[in-house]
Structures are given as C-alpha cells and as structure tokens.
C-alpha cells in the first residue's frame, strides 16, 4: 500500500469509530470533559480581570476536557464482547 491509501484507510476506520456505539462508561466520560472544556472556556473568557494562574488552569481545563472528550468517543464496545451479551 502507498502512504496516500494508508492514510485514506486511517480515517474511514476512524471515522467508522466515531459513528460506533459508545460504551455507557465512555458517554458519562464525554460528558464530564465537555463540562471541563466549557468550564475552562469560561474561566479564559472571562470579562473581568482575573488573576494569571487562574486563566493558565482555564486553559489546562479546556484542554483535558477536550482530550477526555475525543478519546472517549473514540471508544467503542468490541463486537465480540457485544455478540455475548446479546446471548444471554
């Protein structure tokens, strides 16, 4: 394969990640990053004047929040884990 059809066949399985169910775990997670981004995101935008460590924690906020967020929806139930559940 060439580097041009890895790269296409990186992102449809990416991409078929991110349409995938999310576990229930990974939904609360999601959940929690964008409340940390969003509360990130107020502490950096801020109209009045705030001290510097205060937006520097701002801006680790929106940061983990968003890295929380894209890596729990990446996650997705394995199919064989989802096969025996739906056995029983």
Same mark, same amino acid.
């Given at each position: 394969?060439?580097?041009n *059809?890895n790269?296409k066949s990186f992102? &449809? +399985?990416l991409?078929?990640?991110?349409k995938?169910e999310t $576990? $229930?775990?990974f939904?609360? /997670?999601?959940?929690v990053g /964008?409340? /940390?981004?969003?509360a990130?995101g107020?502490?950096v935008?801020? $109209?009045?004047a705030?001290p510097a460590?205060?937006?520097t924690?701002g801006?680790? /906020?929106?940061?983990?929040g968003?890295?929380a967020?894209a890596?729990? +929806?990446?996650?997705v139930?394995? *199919?064989?884990?989802?096969? &025996?559940?739906k056995?029983?």
């Amino acid at each position: 394969m060439t580097e041009n *059809e890895n790269k296409k066949s990186f992102i &449809k +399985q990416l991409v078929k990640r991110y349409k995938a169910e999310t $576990p $229930p775990f990974f939904k609360k /997670l999601r959940l929690v990053g /964008l409340t /940390l981004a969003a509360a990130g995101g107020v502490l950096v935008a801020s $109209p009045i004047a705030i001290p510097a460590v205060v937006v520097t924690i701002g801006g680790y /906020l929106i940061v983990a929040g968003s890295v929380a967020t894209a890596v729990s +929806q990446a996650a997705v139930t394995n *199919e064989t884990e989802g096969a &025996k559940k739906k056995e029983y």
